[in-house]
């Protein structure tokens, strides 16, 4: 049975129906239906692209795409420049394969986000941070770091560290500082999101995460946040939820393939050139995110689901 509620949100009074929205196994609900029903909050609009690192046709309508969007706030889910990130904060690479490309994002002031992918840990990670000291619209502090908007909480992982072996020993200070951020934000972060490059398993190609990386994922990340969104993988994907998390791919930013030849029931895995968006509604104490993926040709939604923010488990 449909219940009706009432959400009063800028001074507006909403009559929303939702159809079996409430749930902690997500469920999918069709994009006619969930588009009919529900009114968008603008307050915050989160987009998510990945692996967009080499200039082409694909990444110019990935750009275009997001420019002509409602994104407010933009998450890069790593591999920002291809094949091998810059050499500092001068490298012409990032103004030519990042700036120029999303310069119509930038002249509007949406911010980006950004998570590092294993390609822009090759030459001179470090160049990020200090171009990110120095760009207001560029958010990276840290390798590392959280970010609150009211009570949605993100944290940006390096996921890099855990995938390559040789790198193991700037592992334990990122468990540490999780473990503590997680333990801050249990009792005020309503919906959680972590955001990294590497997927913890797929449908698709690459099906899985390296050894010491899956241990990672699933003893610190599946279990304890709402949703993890990665790319690396260059397909847009749900792929279903572990431990009551959901695991999202935004990759399709410049190369998209490797997607599944079939498509695993329930499962939504394609190469199509596009981002991830994800929205928020309220009821009460409770906070609800729509997360679809959306193609950057026509503008249209291609797949569309929602679930309820738990907030942070510790685990």
């Not at 009114?39 to 987009?47: M, N, Q, S, T």
């Not at 082409?56 to 750009?63: I, L, R, S, T, Y």
């Not at 304890?224 to 969104?229: E, I, K, L, Q, W």
């Not at 030849?261 to 906070?287: A, C, D, H, T």
């Amino acid at each position: 049975m449909a219940e009706l509620i009432f959400v009063i949100f800028s001074r507006k009074l909403f009559l929303v129906s939702l159809v079996s929205l409430i749930f902690i196994t997500p469920q999918l609900m069709s994009r006619e239906t969930i588009s009919e029903q529900l009114e968008y909050l603008d307050k915050y609009v989160f987009c998510f692209i990945g692996d967009s690192g080499k200039v082409n046709a694909v990444q110019g309508k990935v750009a275009k795409a997001l420019s002509n969007s409602n994104c407010t706030h933009i998450w890069h889910t790593g591999d920002i420049v291809y094949p091998s990130g810059i050499n500092s904060a001068n490298d012409p690479d990032f103004s030519d394969k990042f700036l120029i490309p999303f310069k119509e994002l930038f002249k509007k002031e949406i911010p980006f986000f950004l998570t590092l992918g294993n390609h822009d840990h090759k030459k001179n990670p470090k160049a990020f941070l200090e171009i990110a000291s120095t760009e207001p619209l560029i958010n990276f502090p840290n390798y590392f770091f959280q970010k609150d908007f009211g009570p949605i909480c993100f944290v940006a992982l390096d996921t890099t560290v855990f995938d390559k072996i040789y790198m193991f020993n700037k592992r334990d200070i990122q468990i540490k500082w999780l473990k503590k951020t997680k333990e801050s934000l249990k009792n005020t972060c309503k919906f959680s999101i972590a955001v990294g490059h590497h997927p913890l398993f797929s449908s698709g190609d690459r099906k899985r995460a390296t050894p010491q990386l899956s241990m990672f994922l699933k003893n610190h990340i599946f279990g304890s946040f709402d949703v993890y969104v990665s790319g690396h993988n260059h397909v847009l994907a749900d792929e279903g939820a572990l431990k009551d998390t959901i695991q999202l791919i935004s990759g399709t930013g410049s190369l998209p393939g490797g997607s599944p030849k079939v498509e695993p029931e329930g499962i939504f895995n394609q190469e199509s050139p596009g981002f991830l968006q994800l929205i928020f509604y309220f009821k009460g104490n409770s906070i609800y995110g729509n997360y679809k993926f959306i193609a950057a040709e026509t503008g249209r939604t291609v797949w569309e689901n929602n679930r309820i923010g738990r907030g942070i488990r510790l685990n």
